[in-house]
């Protein structure tokens, strides 16, 4: 199935609705429900395409990280969010991207060529999927490292700790931007070992074979 998204997410306007959302609608509950602490957003560049990389722990996590980079972010979600009623049209609103995780259509690397090209940058979290087993990072996948690379753009990991617990306290923490290695497997591990920085987790077995998404 194509990519599911909307081309016209990206213009001025709907950025302004998102960054405001972000800031503040979600950065209003997470201040009251989680207390959340943001450090190291003078890590982000500028002027350059991004791939923003996180660790995953609740369904909370997407806008939790848009308010905590406080950029404008594209992400890629699975195909079965698209039939829950509802939520198919606010995620596409705020520029969400179908993929099919095991068989990515053409379509979903040209929506994100348009995310780049329209100065967003691109949301991806390397577990894939929320790690109920906070302490110790997920199995990663190299589509980050992958659209990195194809895009020439620069990942920026962002650790979050906390989002798993209903009432407790999380943290963002934004770690310094990694260039693409031309082999994605040293890219993806290079994420992983700056997550497990940031986060305070172990790094999971390491493997030869890796998920794409």
Known sequence: MPAQFDPNAYTPARTLLYRAT????????????HRLEITGRENIPTGTP????????????PPLLATATDIPLAFLAKE???TVPGLKQWIICYGAISVD????????FKAVKNVFAHDWALGMFIEGTRNKNPGV??????GPAWFAKANKALIVP???TGTNTKWGKAHARIGKPITPNVDTDIT??????S????????????????DAL
């Open 22 to 33: 972000a800031r503040y609608f979600f950065g209003t509950i997470y201040a009251i429900k």
């Open 137 to 142: 990072l997920g199995k990663p996948h190299t």
């Open 80 to 82: 079965e969010l698209y």
């Open 188 to 193: 993806t591990w290079d994420i992983m070992q």
């Open 50 to 61: 991004l791939v923003v990389v996180a660790n995953h722990l609740s369904n909370s996590d």
């Open 101 to 108: 995780r095991d068989k990515p259509e053409k379509s979903t």
């Open 158 to 160: 962002v650790g979050i």
């Open 195 to 210: 997550l497990s920085d940031l986060t305070g987790f172990a790094l999971p077995e390491r493997s030869k074979t890796i």
